[in-house]
């Protein structure tokens, strides 16, 4: 082995950083140690091999967590380009022993658990104060990079740690330390031939020997806990195979591993530190989790840009812009190789000016800008987002250590064809087949057991049950998820029957069990919907309140339907709603006198829940159709008719009422004249209005089609007298500030053009296409070949446009 000074070769790195992994493989290269001591936790001494087999791809990471509460987790994520990576690689490539030789996870997570705990009382003891404190604030900042740090500088919180490179960048004249790690580092990579390969370190090494001279720790008080741990296992290593030995860490470390100390000193630095017993694996991990953005403590700005660095064997400007310009033409973007040469040209004139030895991110993304983009700032933004961080997420073998849940995960995944991705995307499925509807099941059961790798959002283009969006998205953190949702179960199947029923148990609010229940029916738990109906049925005989009524019912109404398209047995479920339904009515009347404002609006959103629930209940052919419609149209005429009830809920049941067909045009018009009238206070009459045409139900359209109802209403608002028009604008500004911008600007049409009937018949006389008194059967038989065309019908039009099959 050949070594720079006596002892072990210290290869002090910056983690994730090119350069250093670079510089590494070619320090190891010309030493020849035996074995190979890099930081991170011991306990992953029998996971290194792993690191070997094909299916391990980086972006990878080290969990580790407390196996009786897997919440409590860190994580020691590694890339293609960081060095300790490389050095593993290395040592397996070459049949050297690879160690870990950081602090064990033992105690790392028995500290962060103590911190939480710590920080949980502290915030208990500032929630008089309304908040946690600035110490309980800064502790969270900072223990979210901690849990994330592994191989890390941890250089967290600005306010209490140093950041060594900015230190060093600043000193240097560099405002960005990324910038100054470019030029110093990156830039001037690759050795030439006889180059020293250890010069590198050398100079890393009294650069951060000055540092920690000056600052100590720098606010890293663990780093001697830890940097005592490294010494005793680097003895140990020198007893076994002397001075063939190499070290990389983090170089902030190297100072204090360089540090002549007693093994007594630094035995007494470890002794009585806390414990707990913990598990190890490897996980993926992506790009975008290593970037600082994230919160990760040693994370770094572009790590998609740093991994083209570390894998381009030459010209890495050249080959970034091609992938610049392949990224914006798959885009639809206009991209032409004149452009990649012509950004290529900019960047190295950019470099020159500034200075710089090779051009870098900022160069190439000043070029880019300029050239690729036009100045714009919206195809950089995805140039950043897709490349300069990167959606790159890295694989581990089956044979890696995982909980049961997890391999039924993995299992469930591979048969469904559901492959965990970085990216966002959106996937469709139709529950009438056998792949989508098991896809759904396995993301509703996962998000039952919060797992959110997918989340339900608005169908385009259909409302049917039988069809489901979800946006997915694959998260690292996802893996400590599964981990503790397997105390509930070895399968997602009995995991997610278990949280169910303990879920269940637990629930306070009737609402809550309702939604229970709904979920279950959406992830298919047979054996969890015994349990839930019995707790729901307790619970909606238990409670009074109205306002728990009817904010139940909804998610019980969907369940049932939901069962239809599922075949599941929802007949317990139809007798729990059909009762809730009938103590609303009885119910909601009383409830909906003598409320202020805020109450009244709360109360209108659940009478409009009941109604659309009412709807899909008494739909015919259902087991509760019976007469329920009629019973809830008697409850809201007796809303819209009680002088005790505030405006916006008699507004609202009135137009209930015309909607349903139950009360006339002119019913609804005699109605609100009688609101509108002089005796009627301004305030009341402005709430009626809301309940009538606002809150999002088509009012605005309702008006524009309406004019007599527009007459009443500007009738009304250019009599409101002066003193109480202020107090009545915000409420109608918030009525007709939903409507969409097309509604407003017709309504303003309308009311600049006059009274009610008179526009009409002016726009009829005028002969306007689409104003006259009866309906246009020329014009309504045009469309006619269009819908055929669209049906698929094989139907010919002659010039009168009159059908004849062919």
């Known amino acids: 082995m050949t070594t720079f000074t006596a002892g072990p070769l210290l290869l002090g790195v910056r983690h994730h950083g090119p350069g250093s992994a670079r510089a590494v493989r070619a320090a190891l290269e010309a030493a020849t140690p035996e074995v190979v001591l890099i ?22 990471a080290l969990l580790a967590h407390v196996m009786d509460e897997p919440g409590h987790s860190a994580f020691w994520p590694l890339a293609e380009f960081s060095p300790e990576w490389v050095a593993i690689r290395w040592a397996l490539e070459h049949g050297v022993q690879a160690r870990f030789i950081d602090l064990p996870a033992t105690h790392t997570l028995a500290w962060g658990r103590e911190e939480e705990k710590e920080a949980a009382e502290e915030e208990k003891r500032q929630g008089g104060q309304g908040g946690k404190g600035e110490k309980g604030e800064k502790r969270e900042r900072g223990e979210k990079g901690e849990r994330e740090a592994g191989v890390s500088d941890r250089s967290v919180v600005a306010d209490v740690r140093i950041d060594p490179l900015a230190v060093l960048a600043e000193t240097a004249g560099y405002d960005d330390p990324e910038r100054w790690w470019e030029d110093v580092v990156e830039h001037r990579g690759g050795a030439g031939s006889g180059a020293d390969p250890f010069a590198p370190f050398t100079v890393l090494e009294e650069a951060m020997g000055a540092l ?14 830890r940097e005592a741990y490294m010494r005793l296992q680097m003895r140990a290593a020198q007893r076994e195979f002397g001075d063939e030995v190499a070290v990389v860490c983090g170089a902030w470390h190297v100072p204090a591993l360089r540090q002549k100390t ?6 007494a630095l470890l002794k009585g530190l806390p414990r707990a017993k913990a598990d190890m ?3 993926p991990w992506t790009h975008r989790r290593l970037s600082r953005v994230s919160g990760y403590g040693a994370g770094i700005d572009s790590p998609g840009w740093y991994g083209h660095l570390f894998a381009a064997p030459d010209r890495p400007v050249e080959r970034w812009m091609t992938k610049v310009a392949r990224l914006l033409r798959d885009e639809d973007r206009m991209v032409s190789s004149a452009h990649v040469i012509e950004a290529v040209r900019l960047a190295d004139t950019l470099a020159a000016m500034r200075g710089r030895p090779l051009p870098g991110l900022t160069e190439t993304t000043d070029a880019v800008r300029a050239v690729m983009c036009e100045g714009s700032d919206v195809p950089l933004g995805l140039v950043h987002d897709r490349l300069v961080v990167g959606d790159v997420l890295g694989e581990v073998p089956q044979s890696a250590p995982a909980v049961p849940l997890q391999r039924d995960l993995a ?11 970085p990216m966002e995307r959106e996937l469709e499925l139709d529950l009438r087949g056998e792949t989508d509807a098991g896809r759904s099941r396995l993301l509703h059961r996962l998000r039952l057991l919060g797992i959110a790798w997918g989340e339900p959002t608005a169908t385009r283009g259909s409302t049917g049950t039988f069809r489901e969006t ?12 599964v981990a503790e949702a397997g ?11 278990g949280k169910a029923e303990a879920d269940a148990v637990a629930a306070h609010a009737l609402a809550d069990v309702t939604a229970l229940a709904e979920r279950c029916l959406l992830a298919e738990l047979p054996d969890a919907l015994p349990v839930v109906m019995r707790v729901l049925a307790d619970r909606a005989a238990l409670d009074a309140d109205v306002g728990h009524l009817a904010q139940a019912l909804p998610a019980l109404v969907r369940s049932l339907r939901y069962g239809d398209v599922r075949g599941t047995d929802t007949h317990a479920l139809t007798d729990v709603a059909v009762g809730l339904a009938e103590r609303i009515f009885v119910g909601l009347p009383p409830a909906c006198t ?4 805020e109450a009244a609006e709360h109360m209108r959103r659940h009478v409009d829940a009941v109604h659309g629930a009412v709807g899909l209940l008494g739909e015919p052919g259902t087991p509760a159709s019976g007469g329920m419609r009629e019973r809830w149209h008697s409850v809201l005429r007796v809303l819209a008719g009680r002088d005790t009830v505030p405006g916006v809920i008699r507004g609202r049941a009135v137009r209930l009422l015309l909607d349903e067909g139950e009360l006339g045009q002119d019913e609804a018009a005699r109605l609100m004249g009688l609101v509108l009238s002089p005796g009627t206070e301004p305030g009341d009459a402005a709430a009626w209005i809301e309940g009538f045409v606002g809150g999002g139900s088509g009012g605005g359209m309702l008006l524009v089609h309406d004019e007599r109802l527009l007459g009443l209403v500007d009738a009304w608002l250019t009599g409101v007298p002066a003193a109480a028009f202020t107090d009545v604008l915000p409420l109608l500004r918030r009525t007709f500030s939903a409507y969409e911008a097309g509604v407003r600007r017709t309504l303003g049409e309308l009311v600049r053009r006059g009274p009610g009937a008179r526009g009409s018949a002016e726009a009829a006389a005028s002969g306007i296409p689409g104003f006259a008194p009866d309906l246009d059967p020329e014009r309504a038989d045009a469309v006619l070949p269009v819908l055929s065309l669209l049906l698929g019908l094989d139907v010919s039009y002659d010039d009168d446009f009159a059908g004849v099959a062919r």
């Not at 007693?262 to 035995?267: E, I």
């Not at 979800?470 to 998820?481: A, I, T, Y």
């Open 39 to 60: 930081e991170g936790p011991p306990e992953a001494d029998a996971l290194i091999p792993l690191a070997a087999e094909k299916d391990m791809r980086p972006p990878v």
């Open 212 to 225: 920690r001279e000056a600052y100590g720790v720098g606010g890293h008080d663990r780093d001697l806990v």
């Open 262 to 267: 007693t093994v007594a000193a630094d035995r």
């Open 281 to 283: 694996t490897w996980v």
């Open 411 to 421: 299992r469930a995944q591979k048969r469904l064809r559901l492959k965990p991705e």
């Open 470 to 481: 979800w946006r997915l998205r694959w998260e690292p953190e996802l893996s400590v998820r």
């Open 487 to 497: 105390v509930w179960g070895t399968t997602v199947l009995s995991a997610a029957t």
């Open 594 to 597: 003598a409320l202020d404002a």
